[in-house]
T-cell receptor, first 112, second 114 residues
Framework: SQQGEEDPQALSIQEGENATMNCSYK?????LQWYRQNSGRGLVHLIL?????REKHSGRLRVTLDTSKKSSSLLITASRAADTASYFC????????????FGKGTTLSVSS | DTAVSQTPKYLVTQMGNDKSIKCEQN?????MYWYKQDSKKFLKIMFS???????INETVPNRFSPKSPDKAHLNLHINSLELGDSAVYFC?????????????FGPGTRLTVL
């Protein structure tokens, strides 16, 4: 069953602007992850945030997690054309906790 | 070195045929997965193997049969292909699989059933 829902579905911005994507989920989690998928390629792991963490940074990426609201956000600062991709949040909320449940993704387009 | 590799990258076949997709990981991971991504980019878990043992088998038709000859390989065989099987299939691996930690994905196999 689908767990995560990203918002917005699509986002178009100019280079240099910040991009914010949101993810909501339904059940308790151990961790939440964000992945990037370039067109025609596999998914690449960006960042993992555990349920006891509230914020995490990695380079130009900032992820927040609000377990009370069951939501997370991914902020990409100073975006570049190379950031154009689909971004997915994924949670480990299936019963066995051994697989990821992905949202539908946000398609980000960064124009120069 | 490619961490998770899949072959073939593209597969075009007729309805009713049987086909296989191969996956190999050289990361020393214990757990491997097959995911299906549909035309709307929705990614869904199909199977998971931990050290050659089946852990997860989501509601996937019996026509799909995974096989893991060793923990570095997880192949997917599909019998009697149907139009609805057209999708991109991704293999992934993770270190232990006991918790859903970081997964490493292959480049995908785009299957087109005509």
């Amino acid at each position: 069953s689908q767990q995560g829902e990203e918002d917005p579905q699509a986002l178009s911005i100019q280079e240099g602007e910040n991009a914010t994507m949101n993810c909501s989920y339904k059940t308790s989690i151990n961790n939440l992850q964000w992945y990037r998928q370039n067109s025609g390629r596999g998914l690449v792991h960006l960042i993992l945030i555990r349920s006891n963490e509230r914020e995490k940074h990695s380079g130009r990426l900032r992820v927040t997690l609000d377990t009370s609201k069951k939501s997370s956000s991914l902020l990409i600062t100073a975006s570049r054309a190379a950031d154009t991709a689909s971004y997915f949040c994924a949670t480990d909320a299936n019963q066995a906790g051994t697989a990821l449940i992905f949202g539908k993704g946000t398609t980000l387009s960064v124009s120069s | 070195d490619t961490a998770v590799s899949q072959t073939p990258k593209y597969l075009v076949t007729q309805m009713g045929n049987d086909k296989s997709i191969k996956c190999e990981q050289n990361l020393g991971h214990d757990t491997m997965y097959w995911y299906k991504q549909d035309s709307k980019k929705f990614l869904k878990i199909m199977f998971s193997y931990n050290n050659k043992e089946l852990i997860i088998n989501e509601t996937v038709p019996n026509r799909f049969s995974p096989k893991s000859p060793d923990k570095a390989h997880l192949n997917l065989h599909i019998n009697s292909l149907e139009l609805g099987d057209s999708a991109v299939y991704f293999c992934a691996s993770t270190l232990s699989g006991l918790r859903a930690d970081t997964q490493y994905f292959g480049p995908g196999t785009r299957l087109t059933v005509l």
